[in-house]
T-cell receptor
Framework: DGGITQSPKYLFRKEGQNVTLSCEQNLNHDAMYWYRQDPGQGLRLIYYSQIVNDFQKGDIAEGYSVSREKKESFPLTVTSAQKNPTAFYLC??????????????FGPGTRLTVL | LAKTTQPISMDSYEGQEVNITCSHNNIATNDYITWYQQFPSQGPRFIIQGYKTKVTNEVASLFIPADRKSSTLSLPRVSLSDTAVYYCLVGDLSGGYNKLIFGAGTRLAVHP
């Protein structure tokens, strides 16, 4: 099956600890994204990557870090510097086709709770 | 970036047609209009995308007037399972989705 997987589905973390959220896609998509969603709110872009070994900050990158060593993987680390990390985290990917119709596919999400 | 405005919530009944309108007055020439559906605790799911006039697929239709300053997502004969949040996004897709903004969306509640 082609798609995006995120793990774990639920994650609990003690305050002050770093934690890494996994995102893997087998769609052969060039671009990958991380979003954060708070209750009753829309999605906010944390980081995105358009090609391997390159990534850019989104609107709320502070306290987060990413890597893109492989096309299919885009892990997100929530560091202790993120002041309010409890949220629903969504990973997505899309095909880079300039000027053409493009769909963005989302993973099932990881719900992070800081205790 | 084109800002979008959608109703916060809507109610409907099973079997009815639902139309959700999105305003995007400052849409740019290269911008596409994309709609997503999201169920609680799940990732958004792509519904439909268009540039102008009318687009139809197996789940919805998208109506875009000539001035493109608004768009209407039409869901025919909704069922209880269509209860979800619907997002309207507007932007230039040539560089990926990094420039698109997900607002709070429209919460659609379908009643028996």
């Amino acid at each position: 099956d082609g798609g995006i997987t995120q793990s774990p589905k639920y994650l609990f973390r003690k305050e002050g600890q770093n934690v890494t959220l996994s995102c893997e896609q087998n769609l052969n998509h060039d671009a990958m994204y991380w979003y954060r969603q708070d209750p009753g709110q829309g999605l906010r872009l944390i980081y995105y990557s358009q090609i391997v070994n390159d990534f850019q900050k989104g609107d709320i990158a502070e306290g987060y870090s990413v890597s893109r060593e492989k096309k299919e993987s885009f892990p997100l680390t929530v560091t202790s510097a993120q002041k309010n990390p409890t949220a629903f985290y969504l990973c997505a990917s899309s095909i880079l086709l300039a000027g053409a119709r493009v769909e963005q596919f989302f993973g099932p999400g990881t719900r992070l709770t800081v205790l | 970036l084109a800002k979008t405005t959608q109703p916060i919530s809507m109610d409907s009944y099973e079997g009815q047609e639902v139309n959700i309108t999105c305003s995007h007055n400052n849409i740019a020439t290269n911008d596409y209009i994309t709609w997503y559906q999201q169920f609680p605790s799940q990732g958004p799911r792509f519904i439909i995308q268009g540039y102008k006039t009318k687009v139809t697929n197996e789940v919805a239709s998208l109506f875009i007037p000539a001035d493109r300053k608004s768009s209407t997502l039409s869901l025919p004969r909704v069922s209880l399972s269509d209860t979800a949040v619907y997002y309207c996004l507007v932007g230039d897709l040539s560089g990926g989705y990094n420039k698109l903004i997900f607002g709070a969306g429209t919460r659609l509640a379908v009643h028996p």
